[in-house]
């Protein structure tokens, strides 16, 4: 197992997407965009990122971009991407427009919130995800790691094993691989897979990954509008 280390020099933060199943108020906002007790989700990324130094930040975005270059405003440190398949496609895309960017970077996604800006320590070792031990029952992305390495993951979840959280760390090397793999996936018509779906199944002999641990009050993922008013209830008017 490699001991060199790497260092993130740049962040792709994923923010096209439609959020339908925060409808309808993903009709208004843009889900990244949307406020948890008074902050926006892609806000507490950024300031993570930039927490630890990392200041070059690419944003992908499709749904009401609009409200991005108003939120951009004044913000040098980032760049945004413009998705124009984020209707038709998965999240392939997006990654597929930012993928000259790959390498020596971080992947995440705009719509979590970010609790300990630890998790985005910019030192790592293996490419590979942040993890959560999950001892009971999941239906998330569950990953089986062995000397560090992970051996297997599954799409359908399971117990006793990793859960994978969409916060990812690539090399140079790993990075020029996946931007190969992404380009003969997405212009072969492969395209309504996620971008993790490329490494982690369809070129998963190509490469070597590791998981960075963390917990899992360290960051909150928000699938739903249910979820999201349990946290904050300010947004109960939308069930009504």
Not at 151 to 158: E, I, L, P, V, Y
Request: glycine share 8%; net charge negative; proline share 3%.
């Amino acid at each position: 197992m490699s001991s060199v280390t790497h260092n993130v020099k740049r962040a792709i933060i994923m923010a096209a997407g439609i959020g339908t199943r925060m409808m309808p108020l993903t009709l208004e906002v843009p889900k990244p965009l949307v406020k948890v007790r008074g902050v926006r989700m892609i806000d507490s990324v950024v300031d993570a990122l930039k927490q630890n130094g990392i200041t070059e930040i690419h944003v992908v975005i499709g749904h009401l971009k609009e409200q991005f270059y108003a939120w951009a405003e004044g913000k040098p440190e980032i760049d945004l991407i413009e998705n124009p398949y984020y209707q038709t496609c998965n999240n392939i895309s997006s990654l597929y427009m930012a993928r000259k960017y790959l390498g020596d970077c971080i992947i995440l996604d705009g719509d979590q919130i970010i609790y300990d800006p630890a998790i985005l320590e910019p030192r790592f070792t293996l490419s590979g995800y942040n993890a959560v031990w999950c001892e009971g029952e999941t239906n998330e992305w569950l990953m089986q790691v062995s000397g560090g390495v992970v051996q297997s993951c599954s799409r359908t979840g399971g117990s006793r094993g990793w859960q994978l959280y969409s916060v990812s760390r690539w090399t140079a090397e790993d990075g020029k691989k996946l931007r190969k793999h992404l380009e003969y996936e997405f212009e072969r018509g492969n395209r309504d897979i996620y971008w993790d779906d490329v490494a982690m199944f369809c070129h998963f002999q190509d490469y070597t990954l590791g998981i960075r641990e963390m917990r899992q009050e360290d960051i909150i993922e928000i699938d739903d509008l249910e979820e999201l008013i349990r946290i904050d209830p300010s947004y109960e008017r939308y069930v009504r």
